[in-house]
């Protein structure tokens, strides 16, 4: 990794320190304008082109950790063949929302126009350029530029939504055009950065690895589907059931409660972009992951009660008496997110060694308890029964995961619990920060 270790650590904690209130702006943004009803609909659609862009990722994402190694970097020919597999999954993307469209526009995307549904699709072919190049500059050991392109989506999606949202205030298209804008200018960055800084040579499709990306990714990708399925089951079967006030409802306690997994996708960030060039010390990747594993528990329980204690009054003052209703549901959500935190790290050393089709099982395993209860609890429950299945599918997938890891490395469980050395090792991580300030 390039750049100091704690360094990374540090950098990557500032980025997301800030880049929370920024999502915090844009979820008030949208959800002042729009009214439950509007945020119930907005979070239907987006729901929807997150796991189209799911599709479309052909599990690229987590097969670059293997194809970032240092024995097989190859970046030139990987920016290529990102820019294809984008171009590939964007066209299936565009045939699954012709075909599956007129089935469920009735049902799990009811209330939602067409017009509206293909101003979102315009993410998708942005989307997977954008994740697949700013995982290169993170698997190339480039935390800071990585971090930086974080935080400029993040600025940049506050900017055009609320730009879009005072031009046509109340709209869900306007809060969607927002978004899509934001991506279409940080696509290009991302793949400006890479050019420059990761890979500056020609860029030539390279056939054999392409076609490996996607035999391996293609395991990855049924995860990641069934993965997504399960996180926005409660959504689409709220919607379908209900109404889209009682998704706009649910939507913002899970929007709420997943900003406390900044503090997961930090240390998983500064984690994989380690992990590559330590490919060689496999007992050393194993004790990191559970070292990983212990802090971002141990944060995500704090901020975890600082939510329970302080949340109603936080929603009531940004989002208005009217999103009052989402705190019960947040707190149920709470503890799968805390699990789900969890197992980001776990999940990642499995994927160094290329164990992909774990992470799929660990997803089919959450998406059946989920859809189940879900199916089970909202009649009776609304959006509690919702939050509940969403968190017990968290903790089973999570489990799994756990189990998985123990019984590949030789661990204890009871290496995940905290010891006093994890308190010396935060200590030492945050130091820097107050000496440099004095």
């Not at 089973?396 to 469980?413: C, D, E, M, N, V």
Request: net charge positive; aromatic share 10%; with cysteine.
């Amino acid at each position: 990794m390039k750049g100091n270790f704690t360094k990374n650590i540090i950098h990557t904690f500032l980025v997301s320190s800030l880049s929370v209130p920024i999502s915090i702006l844009v979820s008030i943004v949208v959800a002042r304008s729009l009214g439950p009803e509007g945020k119930g609909i907005y979070a239907v659609v987006t729901s929807a082109m997150a796991l189209l862009i799911a599709v479309g990722q052909f599990g690229f994402l987590e097969v670059l950790l293997f194809q970032m190694r240092h024995d097989r970097r190859q970046p030139s020919k990987l920016a290529a063949n990102a820019l294809v597999i984008a171009l590939i999954g964007s066209i299936i993307a565009a045939g699954i929302l012709v075909s599956v469209y007129p089935l469920v526009k009735g049902s799990f995307l009811k209330g939602v126009s067409k017009e509206l549904l293909w101003l979102a699709y315009l993410l998708v072919p942005f989307n997977l350029v954008f994740l697949s190049f700013q995982r290169l500059l993170h698997l190339d050991g480039l935390i800071a530029k990585y971090n930086l392109l974080v935080l400029l989506s993040s600025v940049s999606t506050l900017i055009a939504t609320y730009a879009m949202l005072r031009v046509q205030p109340g709209e869900p298209g306007a809060a969607v055009l927002g978004i899509v804008t934001s991506m279409v200018l940080m696509s290009l960055v991302a793949v400006m950065l890479v050019k420059k800084k990761v890979a500056p040579d020609s860029w030539r499709v390279d056939t054999p690895l392409l076609c490996e990306s996607i035999r391996q990714g293609s395991i990855v990708q049924g995860g990641m589907i069934l993965h997504l399925l399960g996180q926005y089951a409660g959504i689409f079967i709220l919607n379908y059931l209900l109404d889209s006030q009682q998704v706009g409802w649910f939507s913002t306690a899970v929007g709420l409660s997943n900003m406390m997994l900044l503090v997961s996708n930090s240390t998983r960030t500064v984690l994989q972009g380690w992990m590559p060039s330590a490919s060689e010390m496999p007992e050393r990747v194993i004790e990191m992951t559970i070292v990983f594993a212990r802090i971002t528990v141990i944060i995500l329980c704090a901020l975890g009660i600082l939510l329970a204690v302080f949340g109603l009054p936080v929603i009531r003052i940004m989002y208005g008496y009217q999103f009052e209703l989402s705190y019960s549901p947040m707190l149920m959500l709470l503890f799968g997110v805390v699990a789900r935190g969890m197992g980001q790290i776990v999940v990642s050393q499995l994927a160094l060694n290329k164990q992909f089709a774990v992470d799929t099982g660990a997803a089919a395993l959450s998406l059946i308890a989920n859809i189940a209860l879900t199916w089970l609890l909202i009649p009776k429950f609304g959006m509690y029964g919702a939050a509940l299945s969403a968190a017990v599918g968290n903790i089973a997938q999570t489990l799994f995961l756990t189990y998985w890891f123990i019984q590949k490395s030789g661990r204890s469980f009871l290496e995940f619990l905290p010891k006093l050395s994890d308190a010396r090792l935060f200590f030492n991580v945050v130091k820097p920060l107050f000496s440099q300030r004095g």
